[in-house]
C-alpha cells in the first residue's frame, strides 16, 4: 500500500523520472488550493484559553448578526494586524444576519485587538459607516464566562459615546495541539496521491521538496525511516505529525510555505504550522470573510472604486515608493498593530501629483507658485483664527470622523472661539503617559504622527526621501554645525490634520539655541516627500533647535513649516533645562513635521520602528511612546 508512485520511478529511464516527478509535483501544486470538505473538521477541539500568556495560536471570529436602529442592506468588515476581511452584504433589514467566519493567528506579542466595522451600503460609489466596535480578542477568550458568544455595542464614530446598534459574535481558539496534528492530517492527504490514508517513500520525498528544503536522497532516506515508527515502509499521518513536531525544533524541516512560497521563522514551530494552516485556510463550512484588504474602507468600498483600482486609477499598498504612488496612504498604528488609511480628498492626492511628481509641476512651482502658497497660507492663517471660522469645526469632526477623541482635549467644544484654538488644541493632563519616565537614556516620541526612523541618513534616502539634493547640512542650515549629527540617526514625525498638533520633548536637556530658517511652503506629504523633483526637509520653512544632553549627546529638533501652517510657535526659550514629554510648541493650522537627528551611535531605536520604515511603511505614534535608549555609558 502507498508504494505505487515509487515503483512505477524506480523502473523508469531518467528522462521519464523526472517528468513523472514533475507531474506528481504539479499535482500537489494544485491540490494545495483551499478546500472546504466538512470531513476535515469532525475532530477539531475549540476551546477558551485559561491565559494568554506566551499564547501563539488560530482564533475562529465569527461574526453572527448585528441590531441596527433601521433598515437598510449590511456589510461588516474586521481588521486585525496588516489585514482586513469583509462579509457578504446582508438582506435589507435592521437585524442583518451574517455567520461569517475567519481564521486569524493570534499571539500575545502580536496584533489581538480586532476593529468590527458596520455599514449600510451603496453599491454604486461608497458604502457609509455606522457603527464600529473594538475587541481585544485575547481578553475575550480569557475571560471568565462558558460562552464563546458575546453581544456588544457599535459607537457612532462620530460621537463615540452614542450606541447605534449591537454586534453579536463568537470567537474561539484551537488546541494547538490539534492544529499540529490537523496540518499533518491535511498535508498528508494532499501528497497521498493513491489516498490510502499513507506516505510512500516517494510520496515523502515530495512532500519535502515542496517544503522547500534541498536534501540529499540520503538524508530523506534516514528521515522517512526516522518517521516510520513501527517499521512497516510507510508513514502514517500520527507519525508524520510526529516527525514535524521534533524536526522543527532540533532542525528546520519546513523552510518555506508551499501555498505562498514565505520564508519560514526556524525558531518556531508552532508559528511556521499555523502559517501554513492559515494558508490553507479550509474554514468549516460556514460563511468564509473575504481577504485581500488593507484596510475597512478599502473593504467597503462599492463596485465603481473596484473598477477604478482594476483599471489602476485608484491603489491600495505598502511598501517602498507607495506614498508617491498609491492612490491612499496606508499606516502601522502602533498601538493595535493594525493598518489605517489616513484620510485625504481625492482630488488633493491628485493635484499634489501632478504637481510633486513631475518636472514640468515643478517648473509651474518655480515660477511665482512658491509665493503664491507663502500667499494662501497666510490667508488661510487669518481666516483661521477669525470668529467666523468656529463654523468649521464640526465639518472637520465630521470628516475626520474616529480619528480626534474629543475625551482627552482639555476643553469642551464650546470653549474654542476660533478654528485655530481648536487646531491647537490642548489635552487633559495624563493623556500622553511617558515612557519610562524617570529614566532619560529613554527617548521618547516627540508627537502625535507617522513616524519613520532610519539608523543613518542614507538609509532615510533609500527607503523614503527621494530630494534630489538632500543633506544634514542641508536641513540644519549653514548657522548650525552639521558635524555632530554626519551619520547620525534620523527621525521623521509628521502631523496629518487630525493630529493632535503641539510638539513636546523627546530627551532631557538643555535648550542651546534657535535658528529660524527662512523657505518655501511645500506639502509634507508623502507624495512630496517621495518625490525626486523637489527637497522638501531642506527647502521648506524651519526652525532648528539644539538640545544638549547627558545622555544622547547634542539633539537637533527640526521643526518644518509647510502648506497652510501659518506659523510655529515654541513655549520654551533658550537656555531653559527641559524634561522629556514637556510641552515645546505647537503648529497652527495644517500638516507639518517635526525632524529629531541623534549623534552617531547615540541612540538604539526601537524594532518595530525600524523594521517597519525599512518597509516604507509609516508608523503612527503618539506623544511620550518609546522611541529608543541611548548607547552611551555614564557614571
Not at 508512485?5 to 509535483?25: I, K, L, P, T, V
Not at 476551546?47 to 461574526?63: C, E, M, P, R, Y
Not at 497521498?192 to 536522497?217: C, H, M, P, R, V
Request: hydrophobic share 35%; with cysteine.
Amino acid at each position: 500500500m502507498g508504494n505505487r508512485s515509487s515503483a512505477s520511478s524506480a523502473n523508469g529511464n531518467d528522462s521519464n523520472s523526472a517528468s513523472h516527478s514533475s507531474s506528481r509535483m504539479s499535482r500537489f501544486r494544485q491540490r494545495l488550493r483551499p478546500s472546504h470538505r466538512g470531513s476535515l473538521h469532525h475532530s477539531t477541539t475549540r476551546f477558551k484559553l485559561v491565559s494568554a500568556d506566551d499564547f501563539a495560536g488560530i482564533a475562529l471570529l465569527t461574526l453572527i448578526s448585528a441590531d441596527m436602529k433601521f433598515e437598510d442592506k449590511w456589510l461588516a468588515c474586521v481588521s486585525l494586524g496588516e489585514q482586513t476581511f469583509r462579509t457578504e452584504i446582508s438582506d435589507h433589514t435592521e437585524k442583518p444576519v451574517w455567520n461569517s467566519e475567519k481564521k486569524l493567528l493570534l499571539e500575545r506579542n502580536g496584533p489581538h485587538v480586532a476593529r468590527v466595522t458596520v455599514y449600510e451600503t451603496n453599491i454604486l460609489t461608497k458604502n457609509n459607516l455606522v457603527g464600529y466596535c473594538e475587541i481585544d480578542l485575547l481578553e475575550f477568550l480569557t475571560q471568565d464566562s462558558d460562552s464563546d458568544s458575546e453581544v456588544v455595542d457599535l459607537l457612532n464614530p462620530l460621537s463615540p459615546d452614542t450606541v447605534v446598534g449591537k454586534l453579536s459574535f463568537s470567537c474561539s481558539v484551537e488546541d494547538p495541539a490539534e492544529t499540529e496534528k490537523g496540518f499533518a492530517r491535511r498535508i498528508l492527504s494532499i501528497v497521498d496521491y493513491n489516498e490510502d490514508g499513507k506516505l510512500s517513500f516517494s510520496e515523502f520525498s515530495d512532500l519535502i521538496d515542496a517544503f522547500g528544503n534541498q536534501i540529499t536522497a540520503e538524508k530523506k532516506e534516514e528521515l522517512f525511516k526516522a518517521a516510520d515508527i513501527n517499521g512497516d515502509g510507510v508513514v502514517c499521518m500520527d507519525e508524520l505529525a510526529a516527525l514535524l513536531a521534533l524536526h522543527q525544533k532540533k532542525e528546520q524541516l519546513i523552510s518555506c510555505c508551499p501555498v505562498c512560497g514565505e520564508i519560514l521563522e526556524a525558531s518556531n514551530s508552532l508559528s511556521s504550522v499555523i502559517h501554513m494552516t492559515l494558508c490553507f485556510d479550509e474554514g468549516t463550512g460556514n460563511q468564509v470573510m473575504t481577504g485581500g484588504f488593507l484596510t475597512d474602507k478599502q473593504a467597503s468600498y462599492g463596485w465603481i472604486f473596484k473598477f477604478s483600482e482594476w483599471a489602476h486609477f485608484s491603489s491600495y499598498r505598502i511598501g517602498l515608493h507607495s506614498g508617491s504612488n498609491a492612490s491612499n496612504i496606508v499606516v502601522l498604528d502602533r498601538s493595535t498593530k493594525r493598518l489605517v488609511e489616513e484620510i485625504i480628498d481625492g482630488k488633493i492626492i491628485l493635484s499634489m501629483r501632478a504637481i510633486y511628481q513631475s518636472k514640468l509641476g515643478l517648473q509651474i512651482m518655480g515660477k511665482g507658485a512658491k509665493e503664491l502658497l507663502q500667499e494662501i497660507s497666510e490667508k488661510q492663517e487669518k481666516r483661521m483664527n477669525s470668529a467666523d471660522s468656529v463654523k468649521d469645526i464640526p465639518k472637520f469632526m465630521e470628516l475626520f470622523q474616529d480619528q480626534i477623541n474629543l475625551s482627552e482635549v482639555r476643553y469642551p467644544l464650546d470653549y474654542f472661539k476660533t478654528f485655530n484654538e481648536f487646531f491647537i488644541r490642548e489635552l487633559k493632563p495624563g493623556a500622553r503617559p511617558i515612557a519610562c519616565v524617570e529614566c532619560d537614556d529613554v527617548a521618547v516620541c516627540a508627537a502625535d504622527s507617522r513616524l519613520m526612523a532610519f539608523k543613518s541618513v542614507e538609509e532615510s534616502i533609500r527607503f523614503w526621501i527621494k530630494g534630489r539634493k538632500f543633506s544634514v547640512q542641508g536641513l540644519l542650515g549653514d548657522e548650525v554645525s552639521s558635524s555632530p549629527f554626519i551619520d547620525g540617526t534620523l527621525v521623521i514625525f509628521r502631523l496629518a490634520p487630525q493630529d493632535y498638533h503641539r510638539f513636546h520633548f523627546p530627551v532631557s536637556g538643555t535648550i542651546e539655541r534657535f535658528v529660524h530658517i527662512p523657505g518655501c511652503l511645500y506639502t509634507v506629504n508623502p507624495i512630496a516627500v517621495n518625490s525626486k523633483y523637489c527637497n522638501v526637509f531642506t527647502e521648506n520653512k524651519r526652525v532648528v533647535s539644539i538640545i544638549s544632553t547627558a545622555q544622547f549627546g547634542k539633539v537637533a529638533f527640526v521643526a518644518i513649516g509647510a502648506t497652510m501652517v501659518g506659523s510655529i510657535t515654541f513655549t520654551k526659550k533658550e537656555g531653559e533645562y527641559v524634561h522629556k514629554g514637556d510641552e515645546f510648541g505647537y503648529f497652527s493650522f495644517g500638516g507639518s513635521t517635526v525632524i529629531c537627528v541623534f549623534e552617531k551611535d547615540a541612540i538604539k531605536l526601537d524594532e518595530d520602528l525600524v523594521e517597519n520604515s525599512s518597509r516604507s511603511l509609516e508608523t503612527l505614534v503618539r506623544v511620550g511612546m518609546q522611541l529608543g535608549v541611548s548607547t552611551r555609558k555614564h557614571s
